[in-house]
């Protein structure tokens, strides 16, 4: 049974500030898309991608994006995440035993990481990539004055990939939409179905290139991978 991969890659990249979205600007002479996709392309584990672009850019991503021959199919995105990856979601076959969701802007993903994620969703149905928060955590007030500090104790930051049995995100999809419910991932839409969500380690080279430092910094990642 197949095992796919969905990149959503359709958003507008405001927070870079940049004409271009962020994840088409390059990164050591690549654009960061393709980073990404060519780690999907390495990782044996994974079958076919499915990539999600915004719509005026679909021409132009299928130049590069389709040099990784395990892409599938390039779809266009939707106005919030959620829609792009279900976009994505809805052009897999039936018959997908499991459905990894990773951000195209986090291009330092492992495939080992890809391979944990896979395991623990085909164990427990749904399987996000996070880390333990090392600083202290302050609840700020909109004055910008400490209100309280939050006990960090058990406090996650989480990234991509989240990977899932497809029958489990197929119904939280169908849950969602009953509801009208939208979260920032798809690991919110299994909390908010009320099934189990296991965390497998990710990485603090795993950033999401975001903001304009984000890129500096994820030059100086790839030098130290490229070692
Ligand atoms: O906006 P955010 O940083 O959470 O985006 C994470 C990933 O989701 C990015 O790769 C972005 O391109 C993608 N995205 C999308 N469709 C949207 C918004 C974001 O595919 N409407």
Redesign the pocket.
């Known amino acids: 049974m197949t095992i796919a991969a969905i990149i959503?890659?359709?958003?507008q990249?405001v927070r870079m500030g940049t004409q271009i979205?962020k994840?088409f600007l390059a990164l050591s002479g690549k654009p960061i898309l393709q980073h990404t996709l060519d780690v999907f392309q390495r990782c044996a584990a994974v079958d076919e991608i499915i990539v999600?672009v915004p719509a005026n850019e679909m021409e132009a991503v299928r130049d590069f994006a389709t040099s990784a021959s395990k892409v599938k199919q390039v779809v266009a995105?939707?106005?919030?995440?959620q829609?792009?990856?279900r976009h994505g979601f809805e052009a897999l076959d039936a018959d997908t035993e499991i459905v990894v969701v990773h951000?195209?802007?986090r291009p330092f993903v492992t495939p080992e990481m890809i391979e944990a994620s896979i395991h623990a969703a085909r164990e427990e149905g749904a399987a996000i990539a996070a880390i333990p928060l090392s600083d202290t955590v302050k609840k700020v007030d909109k004055e910008q004055f400490v209100e309280r500090t939050v006990d960090r104790d058990g406090l996650w930051r989480v990234q991509t990939p989240q990977t899932f049995r497809y029958a489990v995100l197929k119904e939280a999809y169908a849950r969602a939409a009953a509801d009208a419910y939208y979260g920032?991932d798809e690991g919110t839409l299994i909390e908010h179905l009320g099934r189990p969500l296991k965390v497998i380690p990710g990485s603090e080279l795993n950033i999401?290139i975001?903001r304009a430092e984000d890129l500096i910094l994820g030059e100086k990642i790839a030098e130290l991978l490229a070692r």
Not at 8 to 11: C, L
Not at 77 to 81: A, M, P, T
């Open positions: 959503p890659a359709a958003g990249g979205p994840q999600v995105g939707g106005e919030q995440r829609d792009s990856v951000d195209g802007v920032t999401k975001t």
